[in-house]
Nanobody, 123 residues
Framework: QVQLVESGGGLVQAGASLRLSCAVS????????MGWFRQAPGKDREFVAA????????CYDDSVKGRFTISRDNAKNTVSLQMNSLKAEDTAVYYC????????????????WGQGTQVTVSS
C-alpha cells in the first residue's frame, strides 16, 4: 500500500504559476507510476500527467503539455506538478495517484489516491 498526501493548492490569477507536491510513503513505491488527475465541478476526473518513478519518463495530457511539468524527487520522496501559465479552465481539485501502469490515462490504472488539493484560477 502507498500513502499519498498532496499540498500546494491555492487561489491564483490567470497567467500565474503554482507548484503542487505529493508526499509518497509505503512499500515499494519506487516501482510505481505516479500520476496527477484533476476534477472540476460537475465533470469527470481527468488525467493530467504521469511519471515513471524508476526512470523518470513522463507523459502529459495535451491540454497541459508545455505548461505543466511533472517530476519526482528521490531524496524527498515527493512527486511535484509545476503549473505555469494557469488558465481559468485549470480550476479543479488535483489528485495524486500511484499505480502499476505507466502513463495510464484512466483512473483504473491507479489503485492509490491522495485526498486532493484545490486549485482555483481567477480570470
Amino acid at each position: 500500500q502507498v500513502q499519498l498526501v498532496e499540498s500546494g493548492g491555492g487561489l491564483v490569477q490567470a497567467g500565474a504559476s503554482l507548484r503542487l507536491s505529493c508526499a509518497v510513503s509505503g512499500r515499494s513505491f519506487r516501482s510505481y507510476a505516479m500520476g496527477w488527475f484533476r476534477q472540476a465541478p460537475g465533470k469527470d476526473r481527468e488525467f493530467v500527467a504521469a511519471v515513471k518513478w524508476s526512470v523518470g519518463n513522463t507523459c502529459y495530457d495535451d491540454s497541459v503539455k508545455g505548461r505543466f511539468t511533472i517530476s519526482r524527487d528521490n531524496a524527498k520522496n515527493t512527486v511535484s506538478l509545476q503549473m505555469n501559465s494557469l488558465k481559468a479552465e485549470d480550476t479543479a481539485v488535483y489528485y495524486c495517484a500511484a499505480g502499476l501502469t505507466y502513463c495510464s490515462r484512466s483512473q483504473t490504472g491507479y489503485n492509490n489516491w491522495g485526498q486532493g488539493t484545490q486549485v482555483t484560477v481567477s480570470s
